[in-house]
């Protein structure tokens, strides 16, 4: 079992950075990909970005040339940095990983709105 506890969220302006952080606990030496997803209202959630235990990422369309996720294995967290954020940026982000057994665990999220 893994358990994930997001950090970060919250009301920002068009424009602006938020760091978003996940740390999990638990059996935290199964887990080989880690990453977020969010999803806003009446739609599906979506891949933001993911990072495996090699560091090789991947993102989602809407967050390529503005967000950046990074980990740290040591601590076992995972860090999603958005900057110059939009109004279609809010939504509910999710802390997502997979361990080695394609065991899949989500975060309760944390919702982030991005408004004038």
């Known amino acids: 079992q893994v358990q994930l506890v997001e950090s970060g969220g919250g009301l920002v302006q068009p424009g602006e950075s938020l760091r978003l952080s996940c740390a999990a606990s638990g059996s935290t030496l199964s887990i080989t990909v880690m990453g977020w997803y969010r999803q806003a209202p009446g739609k599906q959630r979506e891949l933001v970005a993911t990072?495996?235990?090699?560091?090789?990422?991947n993102y989602g369309d809407s967050a390529k040339g503005r967000f950046t996720i990074s980990r740290d294995n040591a601590k076992n967290t995972v860090s999603l940095q958005m900057n110059s954020l939009k109004p279609e940026d809010t939504a509910v982000y999710y802390c997502?990983?997979?361990?080695?057994?394609?065991?899949?665990?989500w975060g309760p999220g944390t919702q982030v709105i991005v408004s004038s």
């Open positions: 997502h990983v997979m361990t080695q057994f394609f065991y899949t665990y």
């Open positions: 990072v495996d235990s090699g560091g090789n990422t």
